[in-house]
């Protein structure tokens, strides 16, 4: 009951820091989602239409600044990963590596930003 009690108070502490934001909803996310879905050289490597995984894999730190996520992409002629690096600054997320990584490893990693 104990343990249960010390994890309880520990999740109700991370909820107060705002670090339990779910990753898919992370700024970067969605700005490497719009990327994604506009990108000619993601088109031409996976094949159109391009969609997004909404699980989002990797971490956020609020306090550091300092982010990097993952999420899958599939398209008609592929899969890959798409990594996603950013720092904030001021109060504000940015991008710093924006990247396709096509599964199966035959194929190079395109930079996207």
């Not at 989002?56 to 730190?61: D, F, T």
């Amino acid at each position: 009951m104990r343990r249960f009690a010390f994890a309880l108070a520990c999740c109700a502490l991370l909820v107060g820091l705002g670090g339990c934001r779910r990753l898919s909803q992370h700024p970067l996310v969605a700005e490497a989602v719009d990327e994604v879905m506009q990108n000619e050289r993601v088109a031409a490597a996976l094949g159109a239409p391009v969609t997004c995984s909404t699980a989002v894999r990797g971490s956020a730190n609020e306090t550091d600044g300092i982010a990097s996520l993952q999420f899958d992409v599939a398209g008609a002629k592929g899969k890959g990963v798409v990594a996603i690096e950013g720092k904030k600054t001021r109060g504000h997320w940015g991008v710093t590596l924006l990247e396709l990584r096509p599964a199966g490893g035959d194929r190079k990693s395109t930079r996207l930003n």
